[in-house]
């Protein structure tokens, strides 16, 4: 069983819908919680950071960590055919603070 | 562009050959990265740099994989007498190492085809 599971998608929504985006994980070690998304052929980018449980909003973009289930998720708002992309969950903590491990990615689709 | 930056960008080379790559991480970063991404996987660790120590190797790299970093500015990951499995992106990521919360920025990675 992989640390970090995370659905691989296609996930195609239209433009204007509200995206959900869910990793779960084993290592109840983990502490720091990232979302990076990546275009075709390049490297990932990141775009949310959260220590421990709770919520975070930056702009159209909430991350929520559960660490009692071991579940976190991305929601976009107002999604764009720009959001188009393979959004990569990833985390980091216990024993090897500094290597991340990232789930497999969901390759997300905005219809215009 | 004071991003990370990778070359080359591609590579394609044949069975049992040697293969380099270089990172030159953001300026100021004392931490450096290497990871591997194989198509519909997200990255897999394979070692980390603090200045020019290797700090940690993943059991990914096996003895035919070498990096360094010698001045503690870019590092070289070398793969040695490649096989088509080495076939993946290499991904490059540096970070200013202070703590556990640091972040990791990552260069646009190396492709590498392996026929």
């Known amino acids: 069983q992989k640390e970090v599971e995370q659905d691989p998608g296609p996930l195609s929504v239209p433009e204007g819908a509200i995206v959900s985006l869910n990793c779960t994980y084993s290592n109840s070690a983990f502490q720091y919680f990232m979302w990076y998304r990546q275009y075709s052929r390049k490297g990932p980018e990141l775009l949310m950071y959260t220590y421990s449980s709770g919520n975070k909003e930056d702009g159209r973009f909430t991350a929520q960590v559960d660490k009692s289930s071991k579940y976190i998720s991305l929601f976009i708002r107002d999604s764009q055919p720009s959001d188009s992309a393979t959004y990569l969950c990833?985390?980091?903590?216990?024993?090897?603070?500094?290597?991340?491990?990232f789930g497999s990615g969901t390759r997300l689709s905005i219809r215009p | 562009d004071t991003g990370v930056s990778q070359n080359p960008r591609h590579k394609i080379t044949k069975r049992g050959q040697n293969v380099t790559f270089r990172c030159d991480p953001i300026s100021e970063h004392n931490r450096l990265y290497w990871y591997r991404q194989t198509l519909g996987q997200g990255p897999e660790f394979l070692t980390y740099?603090?200045?020019?120590?290797?700090?940690?190797k993943s059991r990914l790299l096996s003895d035919r994989f070498s990096a360094e970093r010698p001045k503690g500015s870019f590092s070289t990951l070398e793969i040695q007498r490649t096989e088509q499995g080495d076939s993946a992106m290499y991904l490059c990521?540096?970070?200013?190492?202070?703590?556990?919360?640091?972040?990791?920025?990552f260069g646009p990675g190396t492709r590498l085809t392996v026929l």
């Open positions: 740099f603090q200045n020019e120590a290797q700090l940690e």
């Open positions: 990521a540096s970070s200013l190492g202070s703590g556990a919360t640091d972040t990791q920025y």
């Open positions: 990833a985390m980091k903590g216990g024993s090897s603070a500094s290597k991340i491990i």
